[in-house]
């Protein structure tokens, strides 16, 4: 029999059983088995599993969501933003290239989108400090809220590449100021948080302002949106 995993939720942080969490969700083209590498295996030499990887049958993502909140934001977010991902699939299928700058015309929800990429990063954030911000979390859990704090800043950008990568929170000291940086990425866009900082390419996209839109409001815009290279095995660095 599967062991339950019982722990605090990343999102309400009720200590309850957790479900999986897609991330990005199923719908986005994360649905088949993947290779997943850690920390020990990318960068411990002395640990045994250095230089290997695991086998996750169901795609990227973990148990870090109770199902209240795994249900919730999945109802509300996580099939908008899907159809986000597919019409930037759809337009790089019709060009058949992708350019170092490029105009996608989207037709979405911006703030649903927002929440989604939020969420995500909720997800993959195991020191707790998104969690423990009790404004962000409002933002989240409360579909109709639009006020998340302006210390996170959301940027997007375009990449094409076979890794995958999930950054959770990285901590840096920049001549005694502390921010934070968290990433993303799984084809075709990349998504980049930032706390209390800017982003590490200034072409990056801020999308930020999809907080201004309500829940379930469209909008049709054609968005700039850089291309990186995302084969490097560190965050904020690009080829």
């Given at each position: 029999?599967?062991?339950?995993?019982?722990?605090?939720?990343?999102?309400?942080?009720?200590?309850?059983?957790?479900?999986?969490?897609?991330?990005?969700?199923?719908?986005?083209?994360?649905?088949?088995?993947?290779?997943?590498?850690?920390?020990?295996?990318?960068?411990?030499?002395?640990?045994?599993?250095?230089?290997?990887?695991?086998?996750?049958?169901?795609?990227?993502?973990?148990?870090?969501?109770?199902?209240?909140?795994?249900?919730?934001?999945?109802?509300?977010?996580?099939?908008?933003?899907?159809?986000?991902?597919?019409?930037?699939?759809?337009?790089?299928?019709?060009?058949?290239?992708?350019?170092?700058?490029?105009?996608?015309?989207?037709?979405?929800?911006?703030?649903?989108?927002?929440?989604?990429?939020?969420?995500?990063?909720?997800?993959?954030?195991?020191?707790?400090?998104?969690?423990?911000?009790?404004?962000?979390?409002?933002?989240?859990?409360?579909?109709?809220?639009?006020?998340?704090?302006?210390?996170?800043?959301?940027?997007?950008?375009?990449?094409?590449?076979?890794?995958?990568?999930?950054?959770?929170?990285?901590?840096?000291?920049?001549?005694?100021t502390f921010n934070a940086h968290s990433e993303i990425t799984f084809n075709p866009f990349g998504y980049f948080l930032a706390i209390d900082s800017p982003p590490p390419i200034e072409t990056m996209t801020n999308i930020t302002q999809f907080k201004d839109y309500s829940f379930n409001?469209?909008?049709?815009?054609?968005?700039?949106?850089?291309?990186?290279?995302?084969?490097?095995?560190?965050?904020?660095?690009?080829?």
């Amino acid at each position: 029999m599967k062991k339950k995993k019982i722990d605090f939720c990343h999102l309400c942080g009720q200590f309850k059983e957790l479900t999986f969490e897609h991330i990005p969700p199923k719908s986005a083209f994360n649905d088949k088995p993947i290779l997943i590498q850690n920390y020990e295996h990318l960068f411990d030499k002395k640990s045994y599993l250095y230089g290997k990887s695991f086998r996750s049958n169901n795609g990227s993502g973990s148990y870090c969501f109770c199902e209240s909140c795994n249900n919730n934001t999945g109802t509300w977010y996580a099939n908008d933003f899907s159809n986000f991902v597919k019409q930037a699939y759809v337009h790089f299928e019709k060009t058949s290239r992708v350019s170092k700058l490029n105009l996608v015309e989207l037709n979405y929800k911006p703030l649903n989108v927002l929440k989604q990429i939020l969420t995500m990063f909720l997800a993959i954030d195991h020191s707790g400090y998104l969690r423990d911000d009790k404004n962000l979390v409002e933002f989240i859990l409360e579909k109709e809220n639009k006020s998340l704090p302006d210390k996170y800043q959301i940027y997007l950008y375009i990449t094409i590449s076979k890794h995958k990568r999930l950054f959770g929170i990285q901590w840096n000291n920049l001549n005694g100021t502390f921010n934070a940086h968290s990433e993303i990425t799984f084809n075709p866009f990349g998504y980049f948080l930032a706390i209390d900082s800017p982003p590490p390419i200034e072409t990056m996209t801020n999308i930020t302002q999809f907080k201004d839109y309500s829940f379930n409001e469209n909008a049709n815009f054609i968005i700039p949106l850089f291309y990186l290279k995302t084969d490097d095995k560190f965050l904020g660095q690009y080829n």
